[in-house]
């Protein structure tokens, strides 16, 4: 079956530090991949996504990238600010199923 | 209008109480999801409902029964709940029955006593 396996938190930084959160996964076929982000008190928000080997996914300074190869999509930020604390949660639909698979989360905690 | 509304935000209800949670999305989308987050935890699915029908039950206790009246509303009704219910309930719905992301509501925050 399909599962991620996700980086242990908290992931603690300064303000202006470069973040890397690691995502594996295993599926069959070539599923979809998805970063979700959940500020406190609130639900979960689309962050970024990629559909087939080699794309990149980008929004607010966040990237991640389907690597195939290595069954991976890490999460990247050159420079996180606070207001970055939140937990992230990687994620994974496959082809004939629309039930997302979600990886444990990872909380982050930015410093100023 | 890309947003997924739920109702009430906090919800404090006692072992023999009935009520409801709230679900209501108008973005077109025909797949909709209830899930239960606990602390700390990824969501867990409960139910999903593709095109009005149920088409998913994780195996949910019958205390728990969710209902689509239309295409834009999701209910989830609750009866003679535990203790141990108490979490956060998030509704989601995505596109359709493919590879779609899905949109979260903000959740219920559920205290059962």
């Known amino acids: 079956g399909n599962s991620v396996t996700q980086m242990e938190g908290p992931v603690t930084l300064s303000e202006e530090a470069f973040l890397t959160i690691n995502c594996t996964y295993t599926a069959t076929g070539y599923p979809s991949l998805f970063w979700y982000v959940q500020y406190p008190g609130e639900g979960l928000q689309l962050l970024l996504k990629?559909?087939?080997?080699?794309d990149k996914g980008s929004n607010k300074g966040f990237e991640a990238t389907y690597r195939k190869e290595t069954t991976s999509f890490h999460l990247e930020k050159g420079s996180v600010q606070v207001s970055d604390s939140a937990v992230y949660f990687c994620a994974l639909s496959s082809r004939g199923s629309y039930i997302p698979t979600f990886g444990r989360g990872t909380s982050l905690i930015v410093h100023p | 209008d890309t947003e997924v509304t739920q109702t009430p935000k906090h919800l404090v209800m006692g072992m023999t109480n009935k009520k409801s949670l709230k679900c209501e999305q108008h973005m077109g989308h025909r797949a909709m999801y209830w899930y239960k987050q606990k602390a700390k935890k990824p969501p867990e699915l409960m139910f999903v409902?593709?095109?009005?029908?149920?088409?998913i039950n994780e195996s949910v206790p019958s205390r728990f029964s969710p209902e689509c009246p239309n295409s834009s509303l999701l209910n989830l009704h609750l009866h003679a709940l535990q203790p141990e219910d108490s979490a956060l309930y998030l509704c989601a719905s995505s596109q359709g029955d493919r590879i779609y992301e899905q949109y979260f509501g903000p959740g219920t925050r559920l205290t059962v006593t």
């Open positions: 990629a559909t087939k080997a080699d």
């Open positions: 409902y593709s095109y009005e029908k149920l088409s």
